[in-house]
C-alpha cells in the first residue's frame, strides 16, 4: 500500500483513471494548507479557512487547465478527487448521510462561483484583492498587509503556473 493510498485510502483506487490526479491534488492540498496563508495572510484557519484556501489554490490550478484541450479530462477527474475528498471529511466530521449531498452541492456551487471570481481577478487589471475578500476572507476585510500577502502570493502562483508545462502541473509538479 503507497503512501497516498494510506493518505487518502477512499480518493484513489488504482483501476480509476482519476488516480492519476493523486500527486496533483496532494500538492494542491499541501499548497494550501502552507502555514504562510493563516498567518502572514489571516486566512481563517478554521475548516471553512482551509476549504476556501483549497479551494482558491484548486481554482488557480484548473483555470491554468482550462484552456488546454489535451488537459480537459484531467481537469474533470482533478474536480471529482476534490469533491470525494470533500465528501469524505465531511462524513469524517459526523455529517449524515442524508444531508452530504446538500452540503456537497453547496461547495460546488461555492467552487463555481469561485472560479468566476479568481478568473477575473487574476486577468489583467482584475481585482484579486475584492475576490479574496468576497470569497476567502467570506466578505471580513483582513488587515491590508494580511490581504496584500494573500494577493502578491496568488498572483506569483498565476505567473508560474503560465510558464509551467502542463505535463508538469498534472504531474503534480506545482510551482514555487
Known amino acids: 500500500m503507497s503512501f497516498l493510498d ?10 480509476d483513471p482519476r488516480s492519476q490526479m493523486a500527486p496533483l491534488y496532494t500538492a494542491i492540498v499541501a ?22 484556501m483549497i479551494a482558491a489554490i484548486l481554482c488557480a490550478v484548473l483555470l491554468r487547465l482550462e484552456g488546454e484541450d489535451a488537459a480537459r479530462q484531467q481537469s474533470v477527474w482533478l474536480t471529482e478527487v476534490f469533491i470525494n475528498d470533500m465528501d469524505g471529511q465531511l462524513r469524517q466530521i459526523g455529517i449524515g448521510d442524508m444531508i452530504v449531498g446538500k452540503h456537497i452541492g453547496k461547495m460546488m456551487a461555492a467552487l463555481g462561483g469561485r472560479l468566476t471570481a479568481y ?29 496584500a500577502h494573500v494577493a502578491q502570493t496568488m498572483r506569483a502562483l498565476w505567473v ?17
Not at 6 to 15: G, H, K, T, V
Request: aromatic residues 8%.
Open 119 to 147: 478568473r477575473e481577478g487574476l486577468a489583467e487589471g482584475g481585482d484579486l484583492e475584492g475576490a479574496l475578500v468576497r470569497n476567502l476572507y467570506r466578505g471580513e476585510s483582513p488587515a491590508p498587509d494580511a490581504l
Open 6 to 15: 494510506r493518505l487518502f485510502p477512499s480518493l484513489f483506487n488504482r483501476d
Open 160 to 176: 508560474k503556473l503560465a510558464t509551467t508545462p502542463t505535463p508538469a502541473i498534472l504531474a503534480g509538479e506545482l510551482p514555487q
Open 31 to 52: 499548497r494550501g494548507r502552507e502555514p504562510h496563508w493563516y498567518a502572514q495572510g489571516q486566512v481563517p484557519d478554521t475548516l471553512d479557512g482551509r476549504f476556501d
